[in-house]
């Protein structure tokens, strides 16, 4: 089945710096990719929805400008987490589909902590 | 509102046993739903999903789910269950009227098969 990379898979990072994350599609091109945040014993929250070669949407309240979106070719998207802060941990997960098929495949998750 | 609700935080089977992993879900027109599983600390993996057709849905690792449109449920269920079988488990639905993609995520049933 489809392969979607994430990393790093674990960061922990200092209030105030920037941290990148990559979500990778490795044997398919992924014209749509998502990005989800999930909280302990929580649900996934969708945060926003990358298309390649243009602008990422955002769920309502989520901040654009903090949470940095660049989805510059078919197979990757990286999300951007800048001047992070304690609230910022979470487990971030991204998500990729195909064209022509509905399912979602996730990559494993990356574990971000800010102290 | 569009919503999708697991109504157990927690589901206990012992091994050999059937299980049954409850989703219903509110939404306008005919949705497209999935479930999913999450291991810890990993990102979601795809079961099953359901698009059209027949009720009874067959997916991976001998999972299979009913969709009922009376009753707007879409229950996970396994004949036998297996230790392995022990994870997180995520119903999730796709409204046709909604923004193409998105998904709307239920809370997780955490499936616990004992010994």
């Known amino acids: 089945g489809a392969v979607v990379s994430q990393h790093p898979s674990r960061v922990i990072c200092k209030s105030g710096t920037s941290v990148k994350i990559e979500c990778r599609s490795l044997?398919?091109?992924?014209?749509?990719m998502f990005w989800y945040r999930q909280f302990p014993k929580q649900s996934l929250m969708l945060m926003a929805t990358s298309n390649e070669g243009s602008k990422a949407t955002y769920e309502q309240g989520v901040e654009k400008d903090k949470f940095l979106i660049n989805h510059a070719s078919l197979t990757l998207s990286t999300l951007t987490v800048t001047s992070a802060h304690p609230e910022d941990s979470s487990f971030y997960i991204c998500?990729?589909?195909?064209?022509?098929?509905?399912?979602?495949?996730f990559g494993s998750g990356t574990q971000l902590s800010v102290l | 509102a569009q919503s999708v609700a697991q109504p157990e935080d927690q589901v206990n089977v012992a091994e050999g046993n059937p299980l049954t992993v409850k989703c219903t879900y509110s939404v306008s027109g005919n949705p497209y739903l999935f479930w999913y599983v999450q291991y810890p600390n990993r990102g979601l993996q795809f079961l099953l999903k359901?698009?059209?057709?027949?009720?009874l849905v067959k997916g991976s690792y001998g999972f299979e789910a009913e969709f009922n449109k009376s009753q707007t449920s879409f229950h996970l269920k396994k004949p036998s269950a297996l230790v392995s079988d022990s994870a997180l488990y995520f119903c999730?639905?796709?409204?046709?009227?909604?923004?193409?993609?998105?998904?709307?995520f239920g809370a997780g049933t955490r499936l616990a098969v004992h010994p």
């Open positions: 044997d398919f091109q992924a014209t749509t």
């Open positions: 998500s990729a589909r195909h064209s022509w098929d509905e399912k979602l495949f």
């Open positions: 999730a639905v796709r409204p046709l009227s909604g923004g193409y993609n998105k998904l709307i």
């Open positions: 359901y698009i059209t057709g027949d009720n």
